[in-house]
């Protein structure tokens, strides 16, 4: 998933899911906490290849990625595209109105406008993309 989209949260917790991330994400979403101060939308299959990652580890391991289980929720997109972000989820990532949509690879991130400035501005700064390319090898 790729682009960055700019929405607000409604009165009611529900947030709008740009068509282009709709089609990849499909009808069903799974939205969780994320290693960011954001949150982590993934597919049903996505969600299900994460599931099968963990399933795989062994049980002490397993128990490491208790809290990404226990915040997760199934969320489905209604009429107009949106989901309804319950508002523990909205607490913990400090939601307040805007929200940026954010394509992340095989998943979308939800992020707090003013936050999401503040990562972007760190991370899009040539000398970082520059070093993480290094550090990547490419």
Request: with cysteine.
């Amino acid at each position: 998933m790729t682009g960055e989209y700019q929405h607000a949260i409604d009165n009611k917790g529900r947030i709008f899911i740009p068509a282009k991330l709709r089609d990849e994400l499909g009808q069903v979403v799974y939205v969780t906490l994320s290693m960011d101060r954001c949150l982590s939308a993934y597919s049903a299959e996505n969600w299900d290849h994460l599931t099968e990652k963990v399933n795989a580890l062994p049980y002490i391991r397993q128990r490491k990625m208790r809290p990404l289980f226990a915040h997760a929720v199934r969320c489905e997109l209604d009429a107009q595209g949106r989901i309804l972000l319950p508002q523990n989820l909205r607490d913990w990532a400090g939601f307040s109105k805007n929200v940026t949509v954010v394509g992340c690879n095989n998943h979308a991130e939800f992020w707090d406008s003013d936050a999401w400035q503040q990562v972007f501005e760190v991370e899009t700064s040539p000398e970082n993309i520059a070093a993480v390319m290094e550090e990547l090898e490419f």
